[in-house]
């Protein structure tokens, strides 16, 4: 089965992604854990507001 976003063809995981089911590789499940997980040295004021 190919990754929905990289489109690799590896052993893949279910995960929900803003609100929506997908189905990722580990390097693709990384690096979105990687974005939705706040950095511990970065303060409020240096992230940008959601618009």
Known sequence: MNCEKCGVDAP???RDVDGFAYYLCEAC???WDAVRSPSADAADETRSPAR
């Open 12 to 14: 893949l995981a279910h």
């Open 29 to 31: 499940i990384s690096g």
